[in-house]
C-alpha cells in the first residue's frame, strides 16, 4: 500500500440491489473523475455488523459476501469487509475477499485481534494470494499503544498493512493519529470522516484536514441513498458527493509539518475547553434559580475567593502565572454572574 487508498462504500450491505447499485455508482467515479483510478478504490461493505442495540440491524450475513463477489467479477473493484473473529474471517478468505479491517470494537480486545491474526497468518501461510491487506482501526477508546499493539500482532503475518483512523465518541482524537505516525512512520494511515463524526455534514471538512495533513487515503462510508440506510444513516453520502470532497493523492508519508498537526491538536483542545465551558455556564444558570428560589444573593465573595484560591494552589503546581489565573476566572466569573442576573 505505497500509494493513496480510497475505501468506499456502504455501512453494510443490506440487499443485492443496494450493494451493485452503490459499487456502479463508485466505479463511474473512476470514470468521471481524473483523481480517481480503478486501482485506487476499494469497495466496502460491512456483512456482520458490531452494533450498540441487539434491536437495530445486525448485518445480513455470509449471504452478503456473494454479493461482495458480484461485485469484484461483474463491476471490477476489489472489496474489504469488517470480520470479528475466526470463523468471519475463514469465510471472507473463502469468498476471495481481498480485503479486511479490524473495526474499532474489536480493536479493544486484543485476544480477539491475535486470535484473527493467527488465523490470518495460517492461512497466508497456506495460500499467499488469498489476502490482499489488512486496515487496523483505533480503538474505540483512545489508546494509541494498544492501536499499535494490534499492528503489531497483525503484521505478522507479512501482508501490507495500514491503519485507519476513525477517531473516538464521534471526536477526531488527532493526538492518537499524530502519536502512531511518530511511534511508526513506516505505518500509512488513512482518514475515516464518517465514524470520526457520524454526521455527512462534516465529512468534506475533515477529509479537507486529512488532505492538508497529508493522510495516506480515506475510507467513507457511501450509500446509494444514504437516508434509507439500514445503520449510519446520518453518516453517509451518495456517491456523486465523493466528487467534491478534497481527498489529496499523498505520497506514502504524512508530509504535514509539525505545525500543522500542533494546531489541528490545539483547534480540538479548543473544542473542548468550550464545550466544558459552556457545561460550566448550564449548573450555573442552574444554581441562579435555586438562589432566586431561595432568595440568596448572586454574588457570594466567599465562595469565589475559594474557588480562586484553589485555582491558584493548582496553577503553581502547572507553572501557570496567578495573573492569569485571576484573569480567567474573573472573565468567567462574570459570565456566571451575568448569568444568573
Ligand atoms: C464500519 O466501518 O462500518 C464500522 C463499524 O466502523 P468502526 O469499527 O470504526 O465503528
Ligand atoms: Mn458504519
Not at 479486511?100 to 497466508?124: F, H, K, M, Y
Not at 462534516?202 to 488532505?211: I, S, Y
Not at 448572586?298 to 496553577?315: H, K
Request: net charge negative; with cysteine; hydrophobic share 40%.
Amino acid at each position: 500500500m505505497t500509494k493513496s487508498v480510497f475505501i468506499l462504500g456502504p455501512c453494510a450491505a443490506e440487499t443485492e440491489e443496494q450493494v451493485m447499485a452503490t459499487a456502479k455508482a463508485i466505479k463511474r467515479l473512476t470514470v468521471d473523475d481524473a483523481q480517481c483510478t480503478v486501482d485506487d478504490i476499494i469497495f466496502r461493505a460491512g456483512i456482520w455488523k458490531p452494533r450498540t442495540s441487539p434491536n437495530t440491524f445486525q448485518g445480513i450475513g455470509t449471504e452478503g459476501l456473494y454479493w461482495l463477489q458480484r461485485v469484484q467479477a461483474e463491476i471490477g473493484l476489489d472489496c474489504a469487509t469488517e470480520v470479528v473473529n475466526t470463523e468471519q474471517l475463514q469465510a471472507v478468505a473463502d469468498a476471495h475477499i481481498p480485503y479486511i479491517w479490524i473495526g474499532a470494537r474489536t480493536s479493544a480486545n486484543p485476544i480477539a485481534v491475535q486470535e484473527i491474526s493467527d488465523a490470518l497468518c495460517a492461512l497466508t501461510e497456506r495460500n499467499k494470494h488469498v489476502f490482499k491487506g489488512v486496515f487496523i482501526k483505533n480503538p474505540v477508546n483512545e489508546d494509541v499503544a494498544l492501536w499499535i499493539g494490534n499492528i503489531e500482532r497483525l503484521e505478522q503475518c507479512g501482508l501490507p498493512i495500514a491503519a485507519i483512523h476513525r477517531g473516538c465518541n464521534h471526536h477526531p482524537c488527532w493526538k492518537m493519529a499524530y502519536e502512531l505516525h511518530q511511534q511508526r512512520p513506516d505505518i500509512p494511515i488513512l482518514l475515516d470522516p464518517s465514524h470520526m463524526s457520524g454526521d455527512s455534514n462534516r465529512v468534506p471538512e475533515l477529509c479537507a484536514k486529512g488532505a492538508e495533513l497529508g493522510y495516506n487515503g480515506y475510507m467513507v462510508e457511501v450509500h446509494i441513498q444514504p437516508k434509507e440506510a439500514w445503520s449510519d444513516a446520518q453518516q453517509q453520502i451518495e456517491p456523486n458527493a465523493v466528487k467534491r470532497l478534497t481527498m489529496h493523492d499523498a505520497q506514502c508519508t504524512m508530509h504535514a509539518t509539525e505545525l500543522l498537526w500542533q494546531r489541528a491538536m490545539m483547534d480540538e483542545t479548543d473544542d473542548a475547553l468550550w464545550s466544558i465551558l459552556k457545561q460550566r455556564m448550564d449548573i450555573s444558570q442552574q444554581i441562579g434559580v435555586w438562589k432566586k428560589a431561595h432568595g440568596v444573593d448572586i454574588v457570594q465573595p466567599e465562595r469565589y475567593q475559594d474557588i480562586l484560591q484553589r485555582r491558584l494552589t493548582w496553577a503553581a503546581a502547572h507553572n501557570i502565572r496567578p495573573e492569569a489565573v485571576r484573569q480567567i476566572m474573573d472573565a468567567i466569573h462574570t459570565e456566571s454572574v451575568r448569568i444568573q442576573s
